[in-house]
C-alpha cells in the first residue's frame, strides 16, 4: 500500500536520531520509519519542537507493532477504533473508503507524519513545519510561508513538476503511491500525488487513486501475489503489480480515466484537494489546484 514500505515492520531496533549534511535538519529513523523534520523558527523555538518530536518517535513504532493484527486487517463498518493516536489516525483516514479493500496500513506513514507535525506544531512558536516520512508530507503553514513540493513524476522522459502552497490553500498533506515506489500497489500508477487537508488523508486516497489507474487481465501488466513477495503484507495474497510493458495510447487513457473517476470522485465529496495521475508519460489531474502545477510540465503529453 502506499505507506507501508517493503520492509518488516517492528519494533524490536531501536530509534536513531541524526542530522542530514548539509542542511542539518534532523532524521528519525526507526525499523521502517525514516521522517526528516524540516523545522522553521527561531532556534530556541526549533530545538524545543526537535526535542518533543524526538522525546514521542522513541515509543511511536512500539505502539503501532502492539495493535499490527487491527492495522493489517481489511477495514469493515464492524471495524472497532484502534487505541494509540498514530493508530488511530490511519483508522480515520481509511474509513471514508471502507467500500473497497483498504486496511489503516494504506494510511501509516502520512500519520506518523502528521502527529510528529502537530507536536512540533504545538510544542514551539515556529512559522513552518514539514515532516517527510519517506516521501508523504505532513505541512504546517504559517502567515507568509510557503512550502514547495513535488506532486507528480511522469518517468519515461517526461518532466517533474512542483507546486507553491501557502497558509491560505489549506494543504496540511501531500502524498505519492504508484507500482514504482517503495510498496506495493494494486494498480498501474507510475505516481499518483494527492493533496488533502492533513498527510494521514492524502496517504490513503493515493494508494486508492494508484490502485484504481488499472487495466485488469492486461498481458501487459504482470502481476505477483504480495504474499509471496512480502510474507506480512496486509495485502494477503492480492496480487501486485511488478511490471508494465509499454502501453498503447488507448490503454494508457483507459487506466488513467478509471483513477480520474476515482479522485475526482473523493474532490467531490471534500476527501481531498487535488490529484495527479501520472502513466508512462502522460497524466490527468483533478481539483482545484491543477493549474498551480501543471503549467510546469513543459513537454509533457496531458
Not at 506544531?121 to 504559517?142: E, F, K, Q, T
Amino acid at each position: 500500500m502506499a505507506a507501508v514500505a517493503q520492509g518488516r515492520m517492528t519494533g524490536t531496533d531501536r530509534a536513531v536520531a541524526g542530522r542530514i549534511a548539509g542542511s542539518g535538519r534532523l532524521r528519525l529513523r526507526h525499523g521502517p520509519i525514516d521522517v526528516i523534520l524540516d523545522l522553521s523558527g527561531e532556534g530556541a523555538a526549533v530545538a524545543l519542537a526537535e526535542a518533543a518530536v524526538r522525546n514521542a518517535f522513541a515509543g511511536l513504532l512500539d505502539r503501532l507493532v502492539a495493535e499490527l493484527p487491527l492495522l493489517r486487517s481489511e477495514v469493515g463498518a464492524a471495524s472497532p477504533d484502534p487505541e494509540g493516536p498514530v493508530a488511530r489516525r490511519m483508522m480515520a483516514a481509511v474509513r471514508p473508503h471502507a467500500a473497497r479493500f483498504i486496511t489503516p496500513m494504506a494510511a501509516v506513514a502520512g500519520s506518523v507524519a502528521d502527529d510528529l507535525a502537530d507536536l512540533a506544531w504545538a510544542a514551539a512558536p515556529l512559522s513552518r513545519v514539514l515532516v517527510n516520512n519517506g516521501g508523504d508530507i505532513a505541512l504546517r503553514l504559517g502567515p507568509g510561508t510557503r512550502a514547495r513540493v513535488a506532486v507528480a513524476d511522469l518517468g519515461q522522459g517526461g518532466f517533474p513538476a512542483h507546486i507553491d502552497l501557502t497558509a491560505a490553500d489549506g494543504i496540511g498533506g501531500v502524498a505519492t503511491s504508484g507500482w514504482r515506489g517503495r510498496s506495493h500497489s494494486l494498480g498501474i500508477a507510475d505516481a499518483v500525488t494527492i493533496l488533502a487537508a492533513d498527510a494521514a488523508s492524502a496517504d490513503a486516497a493515493a494508494t486508492m487513486v494508484a490502485n484504481a489507474v488499472d487495466l485488469p487481465g492486461s498481458p501487459a501488466v504482470t502481476r505477483a501475489s504480495a504474499r509471496a513477495l512480502a510474507p506480512d503484507s496486509d495485502l494477503g495474497d492480492r496480487l501486485v503489480t511488478t511490471g508494465v510493458a509499454t502501453l498503447t495510447a488507448a490503454d494508457r487513457a483507459r487506466a488513467l480515466e478509471a483513477g480520474l473517476a476515482v479522485a475526482g470522485a473523493m474532490v467531490a465529496a471534500g476527501l481531498i484537494r487535488g490529484a495527479f495521475l501520472c502513466l508512462q508519460g502522460e497524466m490527468r489531474v483533478a481539483g482545484p489546484f491543477a493549474a498551480k502545477a501543471v503549467p510546469r510540465l513543459e513537454g509533457a503529453r496531458r
